[in-house]
């Protein structure tokens, strides 16, 4: 039989460094791919893709009951929740401010710094904080977190079109790291790594979420979004080689498939079963399109995702 | 530049070095050199960077008194001689430098203040702000940066009254300045005068009171400074960046009030080597060219010979002035009208039972037409009614209404006019209750009876324009003025002038050509989905989806420079009749991600325009009549390629290049430009019967200016022919002339 040559394709870009934490806390590098996703015979992929694992500065009312099982008392504490996650094997934490939304509490920048203080205190791996997601919330917390966290290198999100330069500055003032949001979109991904350049972020300090539905809810879209993305980035384009993030646990989890255990067909199976595989298949997917960071709720998909990464990144793979 | 004023300020410079010199020399003596300088604010709170203009400019870190010496020899040894009584045009540089020593001076100065224990300063028990401190200047830094505030302005001096010194505070603070306050004008201060007033000077209010003398406007340099260290990541003592920083980042200027001294012109000359301009209100020389600020450096302008009605409204055009020359944009938070406005009301439609009044529409006379006037024509937010409001009108009345935009702006362009005068359509149907169609002089608004009830006025359509011209078009729009006149004659009559200018813009933009312009633009906006696909407009070719000309793509990338629009130079030419430039194909290549090497304008058989997926039309050749065939969107019927519009995209979309097929805008085909190489409009052998009504008129135009006034009645469409089979027979019938041409293929 004939050998089959493989096809190498030779790119010239490669994807951005990015690095959280240091400073005396661990430090994670996401990105640096020379290749697409785990095709290790073609390129580089000098960092493993890694799991954050969100976390809320107070207790969820609207989560499913398995999440709410997995991690029991903690979900009052943001603090002990923290430190558990960190022991499912989080490389990361994703504080969440959702404390601060209007309908949530709506709290302010003291509660936004005494949160991210504890959550700092009680874990030595790399944080990454998000407001509320409302533009004017956002501002106002995430400016008062950038300034506890000051010197940790957190990453800081959302950052969207029309708040972006308030979240770069603060990001430029204390060292941190903007995610970028767009909405499914390249161009606008694009133009929002440009625009964060021109306020004067650094290339190596920022992340792009391209924003994902879970699966069966428009994650095909996203995939392709991704696939382009990093396809560009390859190409030598500048402006879309920064690591990508997504939120698979936020995503899976508000669909029905994971959310109800009641009124679904016998054949859908398992409730919990079906919904970890739910956030496990949207993140996995994700993965294979070039995430660089996935944020996820439940402890087992991190034991479940470590295990295919594992796998994924060993140079037999 | 100005000798007076680079004498004064060199004079300035020296007397101020000798003061700082005389100073440090007896702080020494009596105090020693161990002595600690830290600059803080009336709290105690303080900042991290030294003496942070001397440390920014040279890296030299000041902690200790001692530590003021190397700076003083570094500021004496930039200090050039006065120019001498017949050297007329004194040399820039040296006024700049004799700037930069004067703020070392004044660093200085106020750093040996501190550490005797006299600065902030007291003055009849009222402590002074002093420097701004580390975390103030975080927190404003972060507004600085995200717009909200757009830079600062250091007022020097006294107003002529105390009305007019709170009228400038004021109006600094509506246009989102924070204000800075130092310095006297013959013996009062503008600290003085907001006191007296009652006005709350501090950090909560934005009004930061330095001192009563010129040497602590050195505090604003101190901030500028500060910003740019945290917010620009730029290192102490790269000195170039850190005044680049300031003039293309922070909005700032100084607002002279009153006479002018030696110390305040060599202040002065330090604050421009940030791009800091300076407006005086007093008769001073200009430096008007542009250069090491943005746009003017100093600017007179007297105040008793501003014109407006009283004091207030010179105040206000002072300010306004002082915006101009800094180059500041303003965005406004919120449409101020009494009705909802957003995109949700776009589509809303003003039934006849709701209807309060219209304007326009059948037998009726309505117009908008906007205009580029000159800087000092526009007076920003002007609006006014020329004739009834709607409470004159009968319910459901048809009035005449004529809406007349005047606009100017550093970065505005006579060709823009058509873009933004476009945008009042988009702008007022965003109201609720106000439904608005069309353009020009056929435009027709209607008001609903639920909206004039909420309060809302003709004027309001003025504050809509403004205010989003400002928001939206702020890159090229500064100032925005509307006038809308509600009676006959007056709206016949200027509708009669408005005529006049549209016919010219549509004859300037007919006559556009590919050959008068270097430079074409790009739209990759359809990259989200065609990720290869890139457009290139030229004049005389739109955008394929009808929406963007060359001029849109032109104005777009002045308003978005960082957008899908983007300038394509065209480079050398590679062959002028295919239409192939170098610097078309490189970008072309760059941007379809190194997919498509090569791209001619005016062929559809060798390398034609990708289509991404949005084409109005498509064409395709028919080999067996020896032409092509054109097929539109709204068209649903079945081609003679045995094709519908929808397989036929499937197949020529997504951004690849397909010979022989190419997608294109309906008006292309009006184009001198038109597939020349193949032959022009005779090769169209079939046409969709919708687009052959719609452009009757222009298409009759086109045969006749190419020698064939009856070329429409030998085009097919879908009506006689469906198939080659059906089509040739007709061809030949009518005496087609692509029949004879040469060979396409």
Redesign the interface.
């Known amino acids: 039989m004939a050998a089959v040559e493989v096809p190498i394709e030779k790119w010239t870009g490669k994807v951005h460094e990015v690095t959280l934490g240091g400073n005396g806390r661990k430090s994670v590098v996401v990105g640096g791919e020379s290749t697409l996703p785990f095709l290790h015979f073609e390129g580089s992929l000098p960092r493993r893709p890694v799991i954050a694992i969100e976390v809320r500065d107070s207790e969820p009312k609207d989560w499913s009951p398995h999440l709410v099982d997995a991690w029991g008392d903690v979900l009052a504490d943001p603090a002990a929740w923290a430190k558990k996650a960190m022991e499912y094997g989080a490389d990361i934490i994703a504080l969440s401010l959702r404390s601060a939304h209007p309908e949530e509490g709506n709290t302010g920048a003291d509660e936004a710094r005494k949160n991210v203080d504890k959550v700092l205190s009680a874990v030595d791996i790399p944080l990454i904080i998000y407001g509320p997601g409302v533009a004017e919330k956002d501002?106002e917390v995430l400016?008062a977190a950038s300034?506890v966290a000051k010197g940790q290198r957190v990453a800081l999100g959302n950052c969207e079109e029309k708040?972006h330069?308030?979240i770069?500055?603060?990001c430029?003032?204390d060292g941190h790291v903007a995610i970028g949001k767009t909405p499914i979109?390249?161009?606008?991904a694009k133009?929002l790594n440009?625009?964060l350049c021109?306020?004067?972020l650094?290339r190596d300090s920022i992340l792009m979420d391209p924003t994902t539905g879970a699966l069966g809810y428009g994650l095909e879209y996203t995939y392709s979004?991704m696939e382009?993305l990093r396809?560009?980035a390859l190409?030598g384009?500048a402006m879309t080689a920064m690591p990508m993030i997504c939120t698979a646990g936020e995503e899976s989890w508000r669909q029905k498939e994971a959310k109800f255990a009641e009124g679904m067909p016998e054949a859908w199976g398992d409730h919990l079963e079906r919904a970890l595989t739910w956030e496990e298949i949207t993140a996995f997917s994700l993965f294979a399109a070039g995430a660089d960071i996935m944020v996820v709720r439940h402890p087992g998909t991190v034991e479940r995702m470590k295990a295919v990464i594992d796998r994924l990144m060993s140079e037999s793979a | 530049m100005s000798r007076f004023i680079a004498t004064s300020a060199i004079r300035g410079a020296q007397g101020v070095v000798k003061q700082a010199e005389d100073m440090l020399k007896d702080a020494l003596e009596k105090l020693g050199p161990d002595v600690p300088i830290a600059l803080v604010d009336k709290e105690g709170v303080g900042t991290t960077y030294y003496l942070p203009v001397i440390y920014g400019y040279s890296g030299h870190k000041v902690e200790k008194l001692g530590d003021m010496t190397t700076p003083l020899e570094h500021a004496k040894s930039l200090l050039p001689p006065v120019p001498s009584e017949n050297l007329w045009l004194p040399y820039l540089g040296e006024t700049m430098d004799a700037g930069v020593a004067t703020l070392f001076a004044e660093e200085i100065i106020e750093g040996i203040r501190f550490a005797k224990g006299e600065q902030p300063e007291v003055r009849n028990g009222y402590k002074f702000n002093g420097p701004i401190s580390d975390v103030q200047t975080r927190s404003w830094g972060i507004q600085m940066v995200d717009g909200s505030m757009p830079g600062f302005a250091a007022v020097i001096g006294a107003a002529k009254s105390n009305e007019v010194a709170v009228k400038i505070v004021r109006e600094l603070q509506s246009k989102g300045q924070l204000v800075f306050l130092s310095s006297t004008s013959n013996g009062r201060s503008i600290v003085d005068q907001l006191l007296e007033e009652g006005v709350e000077l501090g950090y909560q209010t934005f009004t930061v009171p330095f001192g009563t003398d010129t040497i602590s406007v050195v505090y604003a340099a101190g901030y500028a400074t500060r910003a740019a260290f945290s917010f620009g990541n730029i290192a102490p003592g790269n000195w170039r960046e850190i005044l680049l920083y300031n003039k293309f980042r922070c909005f700032a200027f100084a607002l002279c009030l009153g006479p002018m001294d030696d110390l305040k012109w060599a202040t002065g000359a330090g604050a421009i080597t940030y791009g800091f301009p300076a407006i005086c209100d007093t008769v001073v020389p200009h430096i008007l060219p542009t250069g090491i600020t943005k746009y003017e450096h100093v600017v007179s302008m007297p105040f008793d010979d501003i014109p407006g009605r009283d004091d207030m409204e010179r105040a206000e055009r002072l300010v306004q002035r002082c915006i101009e020359v800094r180059g500041i944009k303003i965005k406004i938070p919120k449409v101020d009208i009494p009705v909802a406005f957003g995109p949700a009301f776009e589509g809303e439609v003003v039934r006849r039972e709701n209807l309060r009044a219209e304007a326009g529409g059948k037998g009726g006379t309505c117009f908008e037409w906007l205009t580029m006037k000159d800087m000092d024509e526009v007076e920003d937010g002007k609006i006014t009614v020329v004739g009834p409001e709607f409470d004159s009108f009968e319910e459901g009345a048809k009035v005449p209404l004529g809406i007349v935009v005047d606009v100017t702006g550093r970065k505005m362009q006579k060709d823009f006019e058509p873009v933004l005068e476009r945008q009042i359509h988009h702008f007022m149907n965003g109201a609720e209750g106000v439904q608005h169609i069309a353009q020009r002089d056929i435009a027709w608004l209607r008001f609903s009876k639920s909206a004039v009830d909420k309060g809302f006025s003709l004027r309001h359509l003025g504050v809509i324009l403004h205010t989003n011209f400002h928001n939206d078009f702020g890159a090229i729009v500064d100032k925005v003025q509307i006038t809308l006149y509600t009676e006959l004659d007056k709206v016949e009559e200027l509708r009669k002038q408005a005529r006049v200018v549209y016919r010219e813009r549509d004859a300037r933009i007919a006559g556009m050509t590919d050959e008068a312009v270097d430079t074409y633009y790009s739209c990759t906006l359809c990259q989200s989905f065609a990720p290869n696909h890139v457009c290139v407009i030229n004049p005389e070719r739109t955008g394929l989806c009808g929406a963007y000309s060359w001029l849109d793509c032109r104005a777009a990338f002045e308003i978005s420079p960082t957008g899908p629009n983007q300038p394509v130079p065209k480079g050398k030419c590679i062959d002028p009749v295919l239409g192939e430039w170098e610097g078309v194909n490189s970008f072309v290549y760059e941007h379809s991600n190194r997919n498509i090497e090569r791209f001619t304008i005016y062929s559809l058989m060798d390398s034609p325009m990708t289509t991404c997926g949005c084409c109005e039309c498509v064409m395709a050749i028919i080999p067996e009549a020896n032409g092509v065939m054109i097929v539109n969107r709204d068209d649903y019927s079945m081609t003679p390629c045995g094709m519908t519009f929808t397989t036929l995209m499937g197949t020529v979309g997504g951004g690849l290049q397909t010979p022989g097929m190419m997608g294109h805008a309906k008006l292309f085909i009006t184009s001198k430009k038109f597939i020349p190489v193949e032959g022009g409009i005779k090769r169209v052998v079939w046409l969709s019967k919708n687009v052959k009504e719609e452009f009757a008129e222009e298409l009759k135009e086109v045969c006749e200016r190419e020698g064939v006034p009856d070329l429409m009645d030998k085009i097919a469409d879908g009506t006689v022919a469906t198939t080659v089979e059906e089509l040739l027979p007709f061809l030949e019938e009518k005496g087609h002339p692509a029949l004879t041409m040469e060979p396409i293929i």
């Open positions: 501002n400016v300034d708040n330069r308030t770069a500055a603060t430029i003032a979109e390249i161009n606008l133009q440009i625009l021109d306020v004067g650094s979004v382009r396809l560009a190409g384009d």
